[in-house]
C-alpha cells in the first residue's frame, strides 16, 4: 500500500502535465494530493496505531444511534449519486467515441452532472473511512483487516485520481457501479445497526459479496477497453487503476472462500 502511494506521488507531476484541468483545480480538496494524502495518512495512523492504543484500557463504545444515523446517510447519499447518472446516457459513454482526452462534454446537463457527481462521489469515499473509525471505536478489531483498510485507503486515492485526470466523461461509469453497489452494501450495515432481532434478515450477506465482485469485474473490463481503444489518458494511470482492481478481486475472492466455502465440522 505504501509502495503504490509513493509511486503515485513521484510520478504525480509527469502525470498531471499530461492531462491537467483547471477547472478541476478549484475545487476542494483538489489543487494538489496533499490534502487527500494527509487524510489518509491521519487515516492509517488513528486505525492502526493510535486508536487501539486509545481504546485499549477503555469499554468499546456502543454508537448504535450513530451507526444507524451513518448507514442510512450513506445509503441516501449512494441513491443520490445514482440518480445523477440518470442524465446521461451510460451505454453511449461505452459503445461511442468519447474517451478522448480533449473531449469536451456533449452539453450543459452533462457537465454538470461531471461537475456536481465527480466531487460528492470523490467526497463520499472521504466519509467512508469512518467505517474503520466506528469498528476501533467499538473494539471491532477482526473487522479491520488488510481487505478493509486497503481497500477504503486505495479507493479514496483511487477516485481522487479518477476526478483529477479521468479525461472526458469516463468517471460516471466508475462511479454508478460503486454507488449501486453501495446501496445494497449500507442497506445490509443499517439493518444490522437494528439490533439482533434484525439478524433474521441478513440471510444475503455472501451475495452482497457477490455483488462486490461482479463490480470489479466489470470495472477492469471498463478499464481495459479505455486500453484497447487507446484513450488519450496517462497509461501509467490507467495500469494504476487496473493493478488495484486486480488486486480487488483478488482480496475479495480470497475473503469469500475462507468465509462460505470452509469444509463445516461433522
Known sequence: MTYLMSLFVNNYHEILQSNKDPMVDTWPLMSSPKPVLLILAAYLTFVLKIGPWIMERRPAFELKTALILYNAFQVLFSIWLVTLTLNVNLLDLVFTDTCKADSAPA?????NTLSIGGWWYFFSKITELLDTVFFILRKKYNQVSFLHVYHHTITALFSWCYLKFLPGEQGIIIGFLNSFVHIVMYSYYLIAALGPEYKKYLWWKKYMTWLQLIQFGMMLVYLMYTLVFDCRMPKALTYFFVTNVVIFIY?????????????KRK
Not at 482480496?251 to 469444509?263: A, G, H, R, T, V
Open 107 to 111: 452539453d450543459g446537463v452533462l457537465q
Open 251 to 263: 482480496l475479495f475472492s480470497d475473503f469469500y472462500i475462507k468465509s462460505y466455502n470452509k469444509p
